[in-house]
């Protein structure tokens, strides 16, 4: 089963920041968070990922709460081509099988 | 560009034949593949882990006899349906961790698989 829970969909206005929260409540101390996206019909695009400290590149923003139960996705300025369902993962090591939840759904609203 | 490269994109075959997909890594060598199916609308699901040089781990529920998977090498991994049947229809994705990418997981971009 997959260790995180997400909201099933969201709505984003075009141009505003969109915020994704995940929980991951029984995250272990050397677990990663990560995040990918899903556009329709193709594979899954990495994002971010980060263990303890927020992390930011030029797709987005990592924001992990102290004691890392969960986590929130930032896209600063969201465009259409946002839309698309966002997974958040936690994983141990560069072997760790990857279990996919369900994700969310984010729809960018023009 | 793409780190992982699949193929074919699109497959249709008829109920019965055998469908190959292949998956190459370009530019790293990958020592562990994993291979996911997803149906409409649903999250990915993971069938197996592959290992070069070694026997494949499938998860519970999946059949090693129907969806046999090779990673002969540490570019080219290939999962292969046998006797497909139209609920073998799905949209197959394969993925690799490339060690010298700080851990990241790649993954490529699928393979439609309609069986008639």
């Known amino acids: 089963d997959a260790k995180t829970t997400q909201p099933t969909s969201m709505d984003c206005a075009e141009g505003r920041a969109a915020n994704l929260p995940c929980n991951h409540s029984?995250?272990?101390?050397?677990?990663?968070v990560y995040w990918y996206r899903q556009i329709h019909s193709q594979g899954p695009q990495y994002i971010i990922h980060?263990?303890?400290n927020n992390e930011t590149n030029e797709m987005a923003s990592l924001i992990i709460t102290e004691d890392r139960k969960s986590s929130t996705l930032i896209l600063p300025h969201a465009t259409l081509r946002d839309t698309a369902v966002y997974y958040c993962?936690?994983?141990?090591?560069?072997?760790?099988?990857?279990?996919f939840g369900k994700g969310t759904r984010l729809h960018i609203l023009p | 560009g793409a780190v992982v490269s699949q193929h074919p994109s699109r497959v249709i075959c008829k109920s019965g034949t055998s469908v190959k997909i292949e998956c190459r890594s370009l530019d790293f060598q990958a020592t562990t593949m994993f291979w996911y199916r997803q149906f409409p609308k649903k999250s990915l699901m993971l069938m197996a882990t592959?290992?070069?040089?070694?026997?494949?781990?499938?998860e519970q529920g999946v059949e090693k006899d129907k969806f046999l998977i090779n990673h002969a090498s540490l570019t080219l991994s290939t999962l292969t349906v046998t006797s497909a049947h139209p609920e073998d229809s799905s949209f197959y994705i394969c993925s690799a961790i490339f060690p010298e990418t700080n851990e990241k997981l790649f993954f490529g971009s699928g393979t439609q698989l309609s069986v008639l």
């Open positions: 029984t995250i272990s101390g050397n677990e990663y």
């Open positions: 592959s290992n070069e040089g070694s026997k494949a781990t499938y």
């Open positions: 993962i936690v994983r141990v090591n560069r072997d760790d099988k990857i279990i």
């Open positions: 980060g263990l303890k």
